[in-house]
């Protein structure tokens, strides 16, 4: 018998995600019940076609009503986050994302690329000095978004390192290594306390011509931003670029080291990186899920779903849905077409795409560049998480 519950448990991901499981799951049980230790189990749906039947109806299944983690949260933690622009229903998701849309079009995070080059380069700088054994992920990828998000938001370059640690923190909190003793949702707590802050301190200052002027200078919903409202705006915005990106890049860095025909070619010829950075994205998706609440009693494939039960899109079996996807479990850079699930589809397709595509087309093109040779120096270590799909450790040994 299938051990759907296993799916639940973060334990389950420390040696990486279960696709045995989920690819079991997808031909027997596609719409399975999971029964979680100290919360109501959830409903999840492992194939592509149904992911998106769920993201596609938001009047069906909403991210607001219990938010979009499988815990049930405590109300003062679910205010916070349906106050995300993640754990919103339309109208209000259109209300709050359409005054930012125009700022990461293509057109305009193109413009960036220059800027993010050069701040690719001198963290590798940084990292020549440091010898030829390096942690990526921390010395190498995190600095990128980091300082790239930084920079749009016009946020003080000091501030970044702490940002960052404390978005590492509110994404990290089901691995005892990344949270250490704190208080559930600490970090979350502190980075608002931060934004609060800082967007007291911007509006005495005037406006800088960032995306911080955006976010309090144009009417949302009908109504200014208060400071609390930038809160927990910008804790959903800092956690989520720091998180996603770092994981991209280091993912996909592991996957390529473990196909070294693949990166040998796309040394050789780096225009295929657009499609390779895709495949990244599906074959180690930075989220496992994310979840809605049923607003009423319906159905998915054929199984009943009660009002009020959870439903979580697992992302990590949906992009290896062998009717979508020929040799699905293959890591295949030159995939195409390759209509994944990691940015999500319908009302809530991530708002960064094209930032995090220049982001990983620009490290992979300047990683080459820089260093001959890169390989493994020891072994990987994942986060225990159900909802993360990151690394926390990746030792590596480059070559000059």
Not at 36 to 60: C, E, K, T
Not at 241 to 257: I, K, P, W
Not at 346 to 364: D, K, M, P, S
Request: hydrophobic share 40%; glycine share 8%.
């Amino acid at each position: 018998m299938l051990d759907a519950d296993a799916i639940a448990r973060p334990d389950t991901y420390r040696d990486g995600p279960p696709h045995e499981l989920f690819t079991q799951l997808r031909h027997e049980q596609p719409v399975a019940w999971v029964n979680m230790d100290n919360h109501p189990g959830y409903w999840a749906v492992l194939r592509h076609a149904d992911v998106v039947h769920v993201a596609r109806n938001s009047d069906l299944f909403s991210a607001s009503t219990g938010g979009v983690v499988i815990e049930d949260l405590d109300a003062a933690s679910l205010e916070q986050m349906r106050d995300m622009l993640l754990a919103m229903d339309p109208p209000r998701h259109t209300a709050y994302r359409r005054p930012l849309s125009p700022e990461f079009t293509a057109r305009v995070m193109a413009g960036l690329e220059a800027r993010i080059r050069t701040v690719t380069r001198s963290i590798f700088d940084r990292a020549d000095q440091s010898g030829p054994d390096l942690e990526f992920v921390h010395e190498v990828c995190a600095p990128l978004p980091s300082q790239v998000l930084g920079e749009l938001l016009g946020l003080p370059a000091e501030d970044w390192p702490e940002l960052h640690r404390m978005a590492e923190r509110n994404s990290g909190g089901q691995d005892p290594d990344i949270n250490t003793g704190e208080a559930r949702g600490s970090a979350s707590v502190e980075m608002a306390a931060y934004a609060y802050g800082f967007a007291g301190q911007r509006r005495a200052l005037g406006p800088q011509g960032d995306l911080t002027d955006v976010l309090l200078g144009r009417e949302f919903d009908g109504h200014l931003m208060s400071d609390i409202d930038f809160a927990r705006f910008f804790v959903q915005l800092v956690t989520a670029g720091n998180d996603t990106t770092r994981t991209m890049l280091s993912s996909g860095l592991l996957a390529l080291l473990k196909h070294p025909d693949q990166l040998a070619r796309l040394r050789a010829d780096p225009a295929g990186l657009p499609t390779a950075i895709e495949e990244i994205l599906r074959w180690a998706n930075p989220l496992h899920y994310f979840r809605r609440t049923a607003t009423c009693d319906t159905e998915i494939a054929g199984t009943p779903i009660s009002a009020g039960d959870k439903v979580a899109m697992i992302y990590t079996s949906a992009n290896r849905d062998e009717t979508v996807f020929t040799d699905a479990q293959a890591f295949d850079t030159r995939r195409d077409p390759n209509p994944h699930l990691s940015f999500g589809i319908a009302t809530h397709f991530c708002l960064g795409v094209h930032l995090a595509r220049l982001e990983g087309r620009v490290f992979f093109e300047e990683l080459f560049r820089r260093w001959p040779t890169i390989e493994l120096a020891g072994e990987p270590l994942r986060q225990r998480s159900n909802l993360n799909n990151s690394l926390k450790a990746l030792p590596v040994r480059i070559g000059r």
